[in-house]
């Protein structure tokens, strides 16, 4: 049995860094579980959040606290991981350390022997970096929560203002049509014509238009086109007004310019482009156009057998394809890097390259409607759902919040009330408002 196995921790342990406790971070520290290693797991949020799920907390379905556990929690028996709650700012590759502003103010250098980079990506406004204030993004805890206090003070507003829709209180707009978009759009419908349907006395919720923007010519790229068209007409039934084929031309705070049209919105959400974390700076290594580092097969950055970036941060190709930026690869990247460096640890002979296997992707466009593609199979309606509703409760964290997402997705079903409808204080923490949370305390990422 090797030592940190029996819970110790030698200094003479080679010293392995993460950094980011995402998909690629959690799954590569366990991958390390039987190593003699010492790891160091740092992240500037103390939760591992399950990013697929943040649309249900925007749009009110679910507490933050189902979708989100602490880093800590979720290793807490691997004895040979601490982990670390800070940002790193910089990485030195020739001194082999980084830098890292902890949570009290203070600022450390950690020294690593190997180093993996799974700092996931963030919002991309495409060089408008003005439409931000505007037109938030999705990708924190802090962002779902902020977009939902958007949503539902809209229509708190509208309650009480003449004219809501002239005023554009009744009016949402979704840019950018691809899964998260999709998947915003659908759930915002069914808050509007199902949740809050009868919940007010001078507005008709029900009336609200909800807009989702691309300049693409189909909603949903990744997918077939016959699964695009299906996924579609069932927004457009649900009342989703689909505008395909127009960029956004100007946001501002009274709505939005789309194909020469000013459409009056109070509430526009970004769900368009990512960037990657700036890991490539700290680098000073060679990117792809959305700022991902350029890694060999074995997933290293060339000439630095000992860093690894990993997940949406990183760029590979594979059959002269780049890999998307999935939880998937994200994962099973984690997981090889993780033995990997196992394996050079005890000296045995590398594996072979780094092979992405897909798994197929899938998107949910309301209710219980979802799609689902896996090379030739394609599903859509309630049976692509069902896949759908089973593999995301599975790969949640802890059995906890599979129980937990599990009854708020029944009690929805059954009765079109939604868990969490919240407008929070703003200066309230996220946490006063979620049970849950008392017991998975969050620390919420402003960025
Ligand atoms: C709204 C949304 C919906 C999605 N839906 C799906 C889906 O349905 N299916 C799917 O496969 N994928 C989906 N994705 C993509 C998927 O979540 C990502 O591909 C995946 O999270 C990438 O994993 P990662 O480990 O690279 O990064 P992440 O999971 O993003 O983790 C990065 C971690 O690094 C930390 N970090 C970042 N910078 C620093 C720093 N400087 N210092 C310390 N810590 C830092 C962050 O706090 C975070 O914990 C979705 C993404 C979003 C935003």
Known sequence: MTQARQGLMYAKDPHVVIVGGGFGGVAAAKALRDAPVRITLIDRTNHHLFQPLLYQVATSVLPPGDIASPIRGILRKQANVSVTLGEVTSVDKAERNVTVDLSDGTREVVTYDYLILATGARHSYFGKDEYEKHAPGLKSVADALAIRNRILRAFEQAETTEDPVKKGLLTFVLVGAGPTGVEMAGAMATLVRR??????RRINPQSARIILVDQANRILGPFSEALSKKAQKHLEGLGVEVRLGHGIESIDGD????????????????????AASPAGKWLNAETDRAGRVHIQQDLTMAGYPEVFVIGDTASLNQDGKPLPGVAQVAMQQGRYAGKLIHRRVIGRKDMAPFRYFDKGNMAVAGGNFAVLQCRK??????????PWAAIHIAYLAHSSLRLAVLVQWLWTYLTGQRGSVLV?????????????????PLIASGS
């Open 377 to 386: 199979v394609q599903l859509s309606g309630l049976l692509g759902w069902l």
């Open 424 to 440: 929070v204080n703003h200066h309230a923490s996220p946490h006063q408002e979620c049970s849950r949370q008392v017991v998975h």
């Open 195 to 200: 949740t809050l349907k009868s919940s007010f």
């Open 255 to 274: 709505g939005v310019v789309v194909g020469g049209e000013r459409i009056i919105s109070k509430t526009v959400i970004w769900t368009a482009g990512v």
